[in-house]
Every structure is written in C-alpha cells, then in structure tokens.
Antibody, heavy 122, light 107 residues
Framework: QVQLVQSGAEVKKPGASVRVSCEAS????????VNWVRQASGQGFEWMGW????????GYAQKFQDRLTMTRATSTNTAYMELSSLRSEDTAIYYC???????????????WGKGTTVTVSS | DIQMTQSPSSLSASVGDRVSITCRAS??????VNWYQQEPGKAPKLLLY???TLDSGVPSRFSGSGSGTDFTLTISSLQPEDFASYFC?????????FGQGTRVEIK
C-alpha cells in the first residue's frame, strides 16, 4: 500500500542540526512531490517546503530559507529534511507528505508519514 | 502569505448531528482549499480537495462547499469515529497555509 515511513525520534541540543528521512513505497516516487510540515505541541500546522522528487527542485518557506535543506535519493525512494541551527522553538512533530497536482490544477497532500518528534533541549 | 481563519475552534456534538466548520481566506483562493482530519496522536488524513472532491475512501457524509474566500466542511450525520480535529489548508499559492483547526468533541 502507499505509505511514507519516517525515521525515529530525535533529541538535539540548541545550535545542532537534525536530519529526518522519509521512505516512500507503494507508488512511483518520482511522480509526486514531497512536502514537509511541522506541528508544535497543541498548535496548528506549519508548512516548511516542497521538493519535486523527480528533478530535486525545492521551494522553502521564507522563514526557513537559510537553514532548511531538502534532498532525495531516488535509488531508495527516500526524501530527507535537514534543519540546522536548531532552537527550542523547533521542537515539534515533523511530517513528510506526498504532494499531488491534479489535472484540475488543485494540489493536496494526500499521503502523510506518521511523523517524527524532534525535541530541542539543552 | 494567505491567512486561513477557521471557526469554531471547538464544538460539542452528538452522534447523528449535522456539523459545519468554516474557513475564511484572507484573499480569494478560487476553489483551492483542502480539508484534513486528525485523530489524537495520529497523522492527518486528507478528506476533501479542491473544495468539494472527496479523497478516495472518504465516506459520503463528508461534504465541502464554497468558493473565493469562504468555505465550509459539513458532516451530515456525525459518527463516533468522526470525533477528531479538522483543518483547512489553502493550495492557491505557496506558502501553503492552514487554519488553526476545529476540535469536534462528544457532547
């Protein structure tokens, strides 16, 4: 079945970097985008950026422009999200999602990973 | 960035009730709004895209309407498994943005 399997929980110190992986299965990885979305405890969702899994082209939310990197390995159908210069406010659940553009030009995130908890604490 | 204002933030309802949740965009977004359901401790699930199209496998008691700036998610007859949180999200222009969510609780 179509699924995204994310790497396990991380605990990092302020100033460090974190890398979260997202392995896709059940569909052609390069036919869709990958988006990353985060949710702080009790808060709403914050979209971080997207990546075309075929070309590797990326687009990041302005807030994360200088410390977010999204990459992929097409040989293993895996997407990666790396966030640097971590601070306590980055403590959240990070989700990878499959981004789908339909013929009517609508776009949605139709498959979600189970999330990876990243805790930033000294 | 496009702001999505969702209301109410929470509501209490009984099984069988008709429930509506609204989302207002800070500018026109045509039909490009999606709705997600999130059960406690779980990842979100796509319910509807492009305002009113049900994603695969989503029960027909869910429906969506609206255009421009005002959108509504309706559950025609609330079922026990529908007690969850619901979020709207605009896909008109990046950055994609979400409403703050509506928690649907059992009365």
């Amino acid at each position: 079945q179509v699924q995204l399997v994310q790497s396990g929980a991380e605990v990092k110190k302020p100033g460090a970097s974190v890398r979260v992986s997202c392995e896709a299965s059940g569909y052609t990885f390069t036919s869709f985008d990958v988006n990353w979305v985060r949710q702080a405890s009790g808060q709403g969702f914050e979209w971080m950026g997207w990546m075309n899994a075929d070309s590797g082209k990326t687009g990041y939310a302005q807030k994360f422009q200088d410390r977010l990197t999204m990459t992929r390995a097409t040989s293993t159908n895996t997407a990666y999200m790396e966030l640097s210069s971590l601070r306590s406010e980055d403590t959240a659940i990070y989700y990878c999602t499959r981004g789908r553009r339909r013929p009517d030009y609508s776009y949605s995130m139709d498959v979600w990973g189970k999330g990876t908890t990243v805790t930033v604490s000294s | 960035d496009i702001q999505m204002t969702q209301s109410p933030s929470s509501l209490s309802a009984s099984v069988g009730d008709r429930v509506s949740i609204t989302c207002r965009a800070s500018q026109t977004i045509s039909k490009f709004v999606n709705w997600y359901q999130q059960e406690p401790g779980k990842a979100p699930k796509l319910l509807l895209y492009a305002t009113s199209t049900l994603d695969s496998g989503v029960p027909s008691r869910f429906s969506g309407s609206g255009s421009g700036t005002d959108f509504t998610l309706t559950i025609s007859s609330l079922q026990p498994e529908d007690f969850a949180s619901y979020f709207c999200q605009q896909s008109y222009s990046m950055p994609w943005t979400f409403g703050q969510g509506t928690r649907v609780e059992i009365k």
